[in-house]
């Protein structure tokens, strides 16, 4: 279990509730509208969920996004997941292999090329599709990203010390020995389960009922399961291509995320040496940021966009 395990010309109108396209071996993908948008061509922003290949429906609306940036936003339900078709080879589940996805999207939309924003695991997808990709790539955003495809390991350390930052939340004490039981080895569906406060800026009644919802939406296991399989990741060619990337390249961490620390953000925003790269973290924000706080995500993110 990963952590990260534990949403003009050509443009489409708003989706209700989804537009369809064929991948390229024939699987029919699904993917949301939202918002109007007036910067032309090149105004939408596709976004790759998390989880990994979790229904989209949990990014929302990412805070109002839309509204904020003037952008229409793209929200893919990679396959397997929400309103996409559920393939017949597990196999294609493989993070590598969603990047033609990704790019059979854009062929579909029209585009020369994507304003691509990752949240959580699609953040893997979002960078192996700028490494294979870059001449159809306009800009990166990443979210409260993984870091799986670059290679960037974080330390145990590293996560306690961001869950010591809540040592005065009623629910630390048990969320605590969870956290300590994955770190010596115990990484059970039991102990993720228990660490899920960590995700959170606020763990209060509203956290606990969006948690419930997205366990009921998110059903197939084989997805998850073989993201990462073998041969999924090349963290060397990645990071080589990623050093070579010459596009505006943003990235938003939250101050309390045990899943993406800031100092992991950090350390990825350092492999885009000849990008126009901003690094930010939002306060007071967990791995959701658009929920901890909708207003400052909205603002940070427009202007990474801008």
């Known amino acids: 279990?990963?952590?990260?395990?534990?949403?003009?010309?050509?443009?489409?109108?708003?989706?209700?509730?989804?537009?369809?396209?064929?991948?390229?071996?024939?699987?029919?993908?699904?993917?949301?509208?939202?918002?109007g948008g007036t910067d032309g061509p090149a105004a939408p922003v596709v976004c790759l969920p998390g989880g990994p290949l979790h229904d989209s429906r949990y990014l929302g609306d990412l805070g109002g996004l839309?509204?904020?940036?003037?952008?229409?936003?793209?929200?893919l339900d990679f396959r397997g997941s929400g309103g996409s078709d559920v393939p017949a080879d597990p196999?294609?589940?493989?993070?590598?292999?969603?990047?033609?996805?990704?790019?059979?999207?854009?062929?579909?939309?029209?585009?020369?090329?994507?304003?691509?924003?990752?949240?959580?695991?699609?953040?893997?997808?979002?960078?192996q599709y700028a490494a294979r990709h870059p001449d159809r790539l306009a800009r990166l955003v990443l979210i409260t990203p993984s870091t799986r495809a670059v290679g960037i390991e974080?330390?145990?350390?590293?996560?306690?010390?961001?869950?010591?930052?809540?040592?005065?939340?009623?629910?630390?004490p048990q969320a605590s020995a969870a956290l300590s039981a994955i770190a010596a080895g115990e990484a059970t569906a039991e102990n993720f389960a228990a660490v899920t406060p960590f995700f959170w800026g606020r763990w209060d009644e509203a956290a606990r009922a969006r948690t419930a919802e997205w366990q009921a939406q998110n059903t197939n296991p084989d997805s998850g399961r073989s993201f990462g399989a073998q041969g999924a990741f090349d963290p060397e060619a990645t990071r080589a291509a990623?050093?070579?990337?010459?596009?505006?390249v943003?990235?938003?961490?939250?101050?309390?995320?045990?899943?993406s620390p800031p100092r992991s953000t950090e350390e990825f925003a350092g492999l885009f040496p000849n990008a126009d790269t901003t690094c930010r973290v939002q306060?007071?924000?967990?791995?959701?940021?658009?929920?901890d706080d909708p207003k400052a995500f909205t603002r940070a993110v427009a202007d990474l966009l801008r």
């Not at 839309?66 to 929200?75: I, Q, W």
């Open 154 to 172: 974080v330390p145990d350390a590293m996560r306690r010390a961001g869950a010591d930052l809540r040592q005065g939340e009623d629910w630390y």
């Open 66 to 75: 839309a509204e904020a940036s003037g952008r229409r936003l793209l929200f």
């Open 1 to 35: 279990m990963a952590w990260d395990g534990a949403e003009a010309r050509g443009l489409p109108v708003a989706s209700a509730p989804y537009s369809r396209f064929a991948a390229p071996d024939g699987i029919r993908l699904a993917y949301r509208v939202v918002g």
């Open 91 to 127: 196999g294609s589940y493989r993070c590598d292999r969603l990047v033609e996805d990704v790019e059979a999207l854009r062929v579909h939309l029209g585009l020369p090329a994507l304003d691509l924003l990752g949240h959580s695991a699609g953040a893997n997808v979002a960078v």
């Open 242 to 248: 990623l050093a070579r990337l010459a596009v505006p």
């Open 250 to 259: 943003g990235l938003l961490a939250g101050e309390y995320d045990l899943n």
């Open 283 to 291: 306060a007071g924000a967990g791995h959701y940021p658009w929920l």
